[in-house]
C-alpha cells in the first residue's frame, strides 16, 4: 500500500466511521446512489437531504456516492454544506468513471478534472476516499500516465485522503489489491445470503491490509423484504433470474424461522470480519429507519446455522 506517512490504513480509518448506536456500532454506511437521481429543484433537494441528515441521527458515519449518480454529490454537499462542523466526523466517499474510449493519458486528465468537480459539488476541501468507478479494463488506470497517477497526485495535493477502485469484475478488484494499487475496493451485490463469490478477494484484501467495501447487501432489492417471486427482474439477463430465484428461497427459509429477510439480509455481512464497511442505499427517511431497525433485531443462531446448511445445499446443486 503507499498510504502517505502518518496515515493509517483504509481498513483501520473506516473503523472510525461505524454506524453508532448507543454503546455499539457496526459496520455500516450509506450509499447515495438514490438520491438526486431526479434532479435537484428546492423541494426534492430538501427531501433527499432530509434522509442523510435523518441517517446521521441514526448513526451512519460513512457517506459514498459517485460523480455518476445525477445530482447526488450535490446532495451530499448540501448536507456537508448546512453542517459544517460534523465534517471531520464523517467520511466521504465518491466515485469518477473513465469513458471507456480515452487513452490513459487522457483518462489522467479526466480524473483529474473529475476529482475537482467532486470537491465544488461537495463544498469542501478535501475527499476522503476517491475510487475509479465501473471499469472493465485497468489499462486507462495503470498504463503509463493513467488515471492512478492523477490520484495520486491528487493525494499528494491534500485533496483526497484514499484510492479505490468500484467496480462489478472481482478479477480487476483482486488485481488492483494483489498488486497494491488501491486502498480498497468496493464489490456489489457478491457478498450476500445467496452469493458470497467475493470470498476469495475478501480474503486476499485480509492478506494485503486492504479495504473491503460491500455494496448492496439486498442484492439489488431482492432481499428488501418483499417477496422475491413479485419483483420484475430483466428475463433476459440470466444472472438476475438466477438470484431472483434464490432470493425466494432464503426469502421462505426466513419465513420458516420468524425471522425479516431484511433483518437476516442486512446483518449476514456483519458475521464477515474482512468487510471494512457495507452500504445500504436508502431512497426516502422511512427505508433508513426500517434499516436502524433491522440491524438491530436479534437473530437466533439456529436461524444462521440453517442458512450456512442452505448455501452449502445450493453449492452442492451447482456442482452437480
Known amino acids: 500500500m503507499f498510504e502517505p506517512a502518518g496515515m493509517k490504513p483504509f481498513i483501520e480509518e473506516a473503523r472510525g466511521f461505524r454506524m453508532r448506536a448507543g454503546s455499539g456500532e457496526c459496520a455500516y454506511g450509506i450509499g447515495c446512489a438514490w438520491l438526486g437521481r431526479d434532479g435537484i429543484g428546492p423541494d426534492k433537494l430538501r427531501k433527499d437531504r432530509a434522509v442523510l441528515e435523518r441517517a446521521f441521527d441514526l448513526g451512519f458515519r460513512y457517506y459514498d456516492t459517485s460523480a455518476a449518480y445525477g445530482e447526488s454529490e450535490f446532495v451530499v ?4 454544506c448546512a453542517y459544517p462542523e460534523r465534517r471531520s466526523s464523517v467520511f466521504i466517499a465518491t466515485k469518477s468513471p473513465i469513458p471507456k474510449e480515452l487513452s490513459p493519458s487522457e483518462a489522467k486528465a479526466f ?12 463544498r469542501t476541501d ?17 498504463g503509463e500516465g493513467g488515471a492512478l497517477e492523477a490520484l495520486r497526485e491528487a493525494r499528494s495535493a491534500g ?35 445467496i452469493d458470497q463469490s467475493a470470498g476469495p478477494l475478501i480474503r486476499l484484501a485480509a492478506e494485503r491490509n486492504a479495504g473491503i ?32 430465484g434464490l432470493a425466494a428461497e432464503v426469502y421462505d427459509l426466513c419465513a ?30 422511512d ?9 438491530r433485531l436479534p437473530i437466533p443462531e439456529s436461524f444462521w446455522q440453517a442458512l450456512a446448511d442452505w448455501n452449502e445445499e445450493r453449492k452442492a446443486r451447482t456442482k452437480a
Open 126 to 142: 478535501y475527499i476522503d476516499l476517491l475510487q475509479i468507478h465501473d471499469v472493465y479494463t485497468l489499462g486507462q488506470a495503470l
Open 77 to 80: 454537499g448540501s448536507f456537508l
Open 213 to 244: 467495501v460491500n455494496g448492496s447487501p439486498l442484492s439489488a432489492g431482492l432481499l428488501a423484504g418483499a417477496d422475491p417471486r413479485t419483483l420484475q427482474v430483466p428475463e433476459g439477463h440470466e444472472e438476475s433470474v438466477v438470484r431472483r
Open 111 to 122: 480524473v483529474a478534472g473529475s476529482v475537482d468537480e467532486s470537491l465544488r459539488r461537495f
Open 287 to 295: 427505508e433508513i429507519v426500517s434499516t436502524a431497525e433491522a440491524l
Open 159 to 193: 485533496k483526497i485522503r484514499y484510492i479505490g477502485l468500484g467496480t462489478r469484475p472481482l478479477d480487476l478488484l483482486a488485481e488492483a489489491v494483489a498488486n497494491g494499487h488501491v486502498d480498497s475496493v468496493l464489490t456489489y451485490s457478491d457478498y450476500t445470503p
Open 256 to 285: 420458516a424461522h420468524g425471522v425479516p429477510v431484511l433483518a437476516a439480509a442486512l446483518q449476514y455481512p456483519l458475521r464477515c470480519d474482512g468487510i471494512a464497511m457495507n452500504l445500504t442505499g436508502p431512497r426516502d427517511q
